[in-house]
């Protein structure tokens, strides 16, 4: 893959690394062999101008790291989830009602010198543990310019791979691109609201909150019993809202289109961001994997609802962690694509309401 001579650390992506991606087929034609990629150059935001006069709208880019989620005193495999998504994904059928051509294939950023750091460090030792936070910290440093770069273009990123701590970066970079603070909706079983004790996948949210960058935010389907009293007291002191797992699924005090409507209506008034943590959904292997959360079809009709709603700046999907599969990694490339590549296509057909997002 060619690095970029505009940002060392994004590795933009030609037609030849698509190709090695894509399983051709006579006379089929798969989104990998039509969506588009970022025009030659030596200037980014020229190259995304260019790329946006062409028709693209939405920009993907992957984040390979799963740094987020050990600084986290969690597991690690995220970064396994943007390759997961591109295997499926680039060999879906090109649908003649989906717009494939306003997907520009930006790239992923280019972190393996910071995971190689990474895989020597323990979480459990907190001199290493320091360490790790400051490598999420560096991943910060370069994430969120790249992203402002692309909202500057007008165009909406979907950021695919690493851990809930580049919710942090992406707001960042979309806030500043708009000059305004974004209100974002999490479908999550965690807030991510934890003190600001050095970055991790834990508290991307409270960061962004303490730097003015995140003027709302609502977390649907989270789960009080796994989140810290600390956590959601610091939640409800910022004026934040939630609508939880028991409400909707134990109580059922609320449907999944009463919920959408209260936490969106929250959100009026600022740009909008959308938050997926794939260990929402049952059963997919994510860093915090479980049993007790949405299923998959109801996940993506989710995505699909809030962003016909909501016309989010911004989608994130992270967590995704295709090694935690029960039955190992090669069965969990394959789960975590697919839901992956279901979750954009959803996202996607609800600004341009056409094709069915089943895949």
Same mark, same amino acid.
């Given at each position: 893959?060619?690095?970029?001579?505009?940002?060392? $650390?994004?590795?933009?992506?030609?037609?030849?690394?698509?190709?090695?991606?894509?399983?051709?087929?006579?006379?089929? +034609?798969?989104?990998?062999?039509?969506? +588009?990629?970022?025009?030659?150059?030596?200037?980014?935001?020229?190259?995304?101008?260019?790329?946006?006069?062409?028709?693209?709208?939405? %920009?993907?880019?992957? *984040?390979?790291?799963?740094?987020?989620?050990?600084?986290?005193?969690?597991?690690?495999?995220?970064? !396994?989830?943007?390759?997961?998504? !591109?295997?499926?994904? @680039?060999?879906?059928?090109?649908?003649?009602?989906?717009?494939?051509?306003?997907?520009?294939?930006?790239?992923?950023?280019? @972190?393996?010198?910071?995971?190689?750091?990474?895989?020597? #460090?323990?979480?459990?030792?907190?001199?290493?543990?320091?360490?790790?936070?400051?490598?999420?910290?560096?991943?910060?440093?370069?994430?969120?310019?790249?992203?402002?770069?692309?909202?500057? =273009?007008?165009?909406?990123?979907?950021?695919?791979?690493?851990?809930?701590?580049?919710?942090?970066?992406?707001?960042?970079?979309?806030?500043?691109?708009?000059?305004?603070?974004?209100? *974002? @909706?999490?479908?999550?079983?965690?807030?991510?609201?934890?003190?600001?004790?050095?970055?991790?996948?834990?508290?991307?949210?409270?960061?962004?909150?303490?730097?003015?960058? @995140?003027?709302?935010?609502?977390? #649907?389907?989270?789960?009080?019993?796994?989140?810290?009293?600390?956590?959601?007291?610091?939640?409800? =002191?910022?004026?934040?809202?939630?609508? $939880?797992?028991?409400? !909707?699924?134990?109580?059922?005090?609320? $449907?999944?289109?009463?919920?959408?409507? !209260?936490? /969106?209506?929250?959100?009026?008034?600022?740009?909008?961001?959308?938050?997926?943590?794939?260990? *929402?959904?049952?059963?997919?292997?994510?860093?915090?994997?479980?049993?007790?959360?949405?299923?998959?079809?109801?996940?993506?009709?989710?995505?699909?609802?809030?962003?016909?709603?909501?016309?989010?700046?911004?989608?994130?999907? /992270?967590?995704?962690?295709? %090694?935690?599969?029960?039955?190992?990694?090669?069965?969990?490339?394959?789960? /975590?694509?697919?839901?992956?590549?279901?979750?954009?296509?959803?996202? *996607?057909?609800?600004?341009?309401?056409?094709?069915?997002?089943?895949?």
């Amino acid at each position: 893959m060619k690095q970029s001579k505009d940002a060392m $650390t994004l590795k933009v992506y030609t037609h030849s690394d698509v190709a090695r991606l894509v399983s051709h087929r006579p006379l089929e +034609t798969k989104i990998g062999e039509a969506l +588009t990629l970022l025009p030659q150059g030596n200037d980014l935001a020229q190259r995304l101008d260019q790329a946006k006069r062409l028709g693209a709208r939405f %920009a993907l880019l992957g *984040v390979p790291e799963d740094l987020g989620p050990k600084a986290n005193l969690g597991k690690g495999g995220a970064e !396994l989830g943007w390759q997961a998504f !591109l295997s499926r994904f @680039l060999n879906l059928q090109s649908h003649p009602d989906f717009p494939t051509h306003s997907l520009l294939l930006l790239g992923e950023l280019e @972190l393996n010198d910071l995971q190689t750091q990474g895989a020597a #460090l323990s979480n459990q030792r907190p001199e290493q543990l320091a360490q790790l936070r400051e490598l999420v910290a560096e991943v910060d440093r370069r994430l969120a310019p790249l992203i402002e770069a692309v909202a500057r =273009a007008g165009l909406v990123p979907i950021v695919i791979g690493g851990g809930h701590n580049n919710a942090y970066p992406i707001i960042r970079g979309v806030s500043q691109a708009l000059g305004h603070s974004l209100g *974002v @909706l999490n479908l999550d079983p965690h807030a991510d609201f934890r003190p600001m004790e050095g970055r991790h996948s834990g508290n991307g949210f409270r960061y962004a909150q303490a730097e003015g960058y @995140l003027g709302q935010y609502q977390v #649907l389907a989270m789960h009080p019993f796994k989140n810290s009293a600390a956590s959601q007291q610091a939640l409800k =002191a910022a004026g934040f809202g939630t609508v $939880t797992y028991p409400e !909707l699924f134990v109580q059922r005090s609320l $449907t999944l289109d009463q919920a959408l409507d !209260l936490l /969106c209506g929250r959100l009026s008034g600022y740009p909008a961001g959308l938050e997926l943590d794939m260990d *929402v959904i049952n059963l997919l292997p994510a860093s915090a994997y479980t049993n007790t959360s949405l299923a998959l079809a109801d996940v993506e009709y989710l995505i699909h609802q809030a962003s016909r709603r909501l016309k989010p700046r911004y989608l994130h999907l /992270c967590e995704a962690a295709p %090694a935690r599969h029960p039955a190992g990694e090669a069965f969990g490339m394959a789960d /975590c694509g697919q839901a992956l590549a279901a979750m954009v296509l959803a996202f *996607v057909t609800a600004f341009d309401g056409q094709a069915s997002t089943g895949i």
